[in-house]
């Protein structure tokens, strides 16, 4: 069993992340331990949701070891970029030296945010029939690789 990490310094300027909860890891889905979080302003206004997967297996591949969202009022500002450097140091706490993100071909906002948090395009790769993301009708993604330093 993974030992979940102190997350109160997970903040900018702008933005604080407000650990929502844990999940402990579920072998046979092929889950791996996680975080899971608000998007809030200094003010505590939550924007929107993160969360981190730590560590690597073929699934994570395809769904990426970050999420993110921000709420439509919110968009624009980067914060989702902002978000996941946050989260990379959290990743770099738990020994992982890279972390992937995948989102939807047709997600140019998602894209852009890979790109401006620092990410290298590989691939656009099929989704397995029997993976989760396939059953909610999606077909592909883009994956991008992010170094931890």
């Not at 297996?57 to 769904?63: D, E, P």
């Not at 921000?70 to 990743?91: M, N, Q, S, V």
């Not at 020994?95 to 790109?115: F, K, M």
Request: proline residues 4%; charged residues 25%; aromatic residues 10%.
């Amino acid at each position: 069993m993974m030992e979940f990490l102190n997350t109160d310094n997970l903040k900018t300027d702008e933005i604080v992340l407000k650990l929502d909860h844990t999940c402990e890891a579920n072998p046979e889905k092929q889950w791996v331990p996680a975080y899971y979080f608000n998007i809030c302003l200094p003010d505590g206004t939550a924007i929107g949701y993160c969360d981190l997967r730590i560590g690597h297996n073929a699934k994570l591949y395809v769904g990426g070891n970050i999420g993110y969202g921000i709420d439509e009022p919110y968009r624009g500002h980067r914060y989702a970029a902002k978000a996941c450097k946050l989260l990379f140091g959290l990743a770099k706490r738990h020994g992982l030296d890279y972390v992937i993100i995948t989102c939807q071909p047709d997600n140019i906002a998602s894209a852009r945010t890979c790109e401006i948090a620092g990410g290298r395009f590989l691939e656009i790769v099929d989704i397995p029939e029997d993976n989760e993301m396939y059953a909610e009708g999606k077909r592909k993604v883009r994956v991008y690789r992010f170094e931890i330093e």
